[in-house]
């Protein structure tokens, strides 16, 4: 079974505060994730990571940022939420350098910007 | 980046085989075929993945083309657990980080 968790689960704010997505995985792995996906749509990856101290953007741009300084935690911020920004938010991990290396995800945040 | 195309929507009767076709005409060589499912309120889960052979697991089994150019995602006997949106996705390297990319998926329904 798949050691990825996110919280919060469910997430409401308002416009402009400051908010931290969190996750974290017991699994050791190296790479991961953080994907964006509107209801019915695609995953877009907004952000990635190799390991500690390494993050990189993704092919969506994304007003968040994100940090890894320990292996199995990548937490996620908008230093001033939007109503744009309402979205769910999936964090996922694998295995650094394996091509048939399966994605572990967790079950999401479900944000909404009021 | 190579792209995959799969029907928007498929719908399938409890207990009969469901097949979930994925076209990828632009694989290369090296890029491995996944499947991932996503259930309702749940992020994707992994279903199984090939190179070339056709592979089998305990969820699935995957047919692969002898050109690579085309997959399938067998179920069995599907249930309506297995009411999911399916993802075929091509392993792809973007700066040497080996990311996958998902597309709208098909979405199953199983008919009870």
């Known amino acids: 079974e798949a050691d990825i968790y996110q919280t919060p689960r469910y997430l409401v704010i308002g416009t402009g505060k400051k908010i931290t997505l969190e996750c974290s995985q017991t699994m050791g792995h190296d790479k991961m994730y953080w994907y964006q996906q509107d209801p019915g749509m695609e995953l877009h990856l907004i952000h990635y990571?190799?390991?500690?101290?390494?993050?990189e953007k993704g092919d969506l741009s994304s007003e968040s940022t994100v940090s890894r300084i320990r292996t199995e935690h990548f937490p996620l911020t908008l230093e001033s939420a939007r109503p744009s920004h309402t979205s769910q938010y999936l964090c996922?991990?694998?295995?650094?350098?394996?091509?048939?290396?399966?994605?572990?995800f967790g079950s999401g945040t479900q944000l909404s910007v009021l | 980046d190579a792209k995959t195309t799969q029907p928007n929507s498929m719908e399938s009767n409890e207990e009969e085989p469901v097949h979930l076709p994925c076209n990828h005409s632009t694989i290369s060589g090296t890029d491995y075929i996944h499947w991932y499912r996503q259930l309702p309120s749940q992020g994707p889960e992994y279903v199984i993945h090939?190179?070339?052979s056709n592979v089998n697991n305990r969820m699935a089994s995957l047919a692969i083309a002898e050109d690579r150019k085309s997959s399938t995602l067998i179920l069995h006997r599907a249930t309506l657990r297995d009411a999911a949106v399916y993802y075929c996705?091509?392993?792809?390297?973007?700066?040497?980080?080996?990311?996958?990319?998902f597309g709208t998926g098909t979405r199953l329904t199983v008919i009870p």
């Open positions: 990571s190799y390991g500690v101290n390494s993050t």
């Open positions: 996705i091509l392993s792809a390297t973007m700066g040497g980080a080996n990311n996958l990319f």
């Open positions: 996922a991990s694998t295995l650094q350098g394996a091509k048939g290396e399966k994605l572990f």
């Open positions: 090939g190179l070339t």
